[in-house]
């Protein structure tokens, strides 16, 4: 890329010169640099996570002006961190989940800061106890979904 600060002729040029060379404005000098190149189109995969940054920072934006979840993500946020940061976090990360079948009760443990709003097991909603989540064991095969404050949904597929 080639600056030109006190040329005549190339002052204040914008545009492309013989599909070769084009000139640009940046902070008040003529910029010389090659055309830009087109990208190829999206994946999937990329489309997916452009949509999961959206809505992860259109959520820290809505959080960050309820007073009471503001206040809660500031409680969390690590040093140095505000409460849109944290807010942002615990939207674009989904809580890692396990599950285990203890005595034909399952329970369902979250990892991280994660706020769980409700898990269900099969077709049954689970009990809160504590620092966990409980269900009696009614099926030999069954799904736990786990629902978060922003919106997460980790679902797991069981077979006993």
């Known amino acids: ?36 190149c087109k990208y190829p189109p999206k994946t ?3 489309v997916a996570n452009q949509e999961r940054f959206k809505r992860a920072n259109d959520f820290a934006k809505a959080a960050i002006k309820d007073p009471e979840k503001k ?17 942002f ?23 991280g800061k994660h706020r769980v709003e ?3 097991i099969g077709t049954a909603k689970a009990i809160q106890k504590n620092t966990h989540w409980e269900s009696p064991l009614k099926e030999k095969t069954f799904t736990v979904q786990v629902h978060d404050v922003a919106g997460n949904i980790c679902t797991i597929v069981m077979k006993t």
């Open 71 to 87: 206040a809660y993500y500031q409680s969390i946020a690590k040093p140095h961190q505000t409460a849109f940061n944290a807010a």
């Open 118 to 120: 409700k898990v269900t």
């Open 1 to 36: 890329m080639a600056v030109s600060e006190h040329n005549v002729i190339t002052k204040g040029a914008s545009g492309t010169f013989g599909k070769q060379i084009v000139f640009r404005q940046r902070n008040g000098k003529t910029v010389m640099c090659k055309p830009p």
């Open 89 to 111: 976090q615990d939207a674009y990360n989904k809580p890692e989940v396990t599950v285990t079948i203890k005595d034909q009760t399952v329970i369902v443990k979250t990892k």
């Open 44 to 46: 999937a995969t990329q």
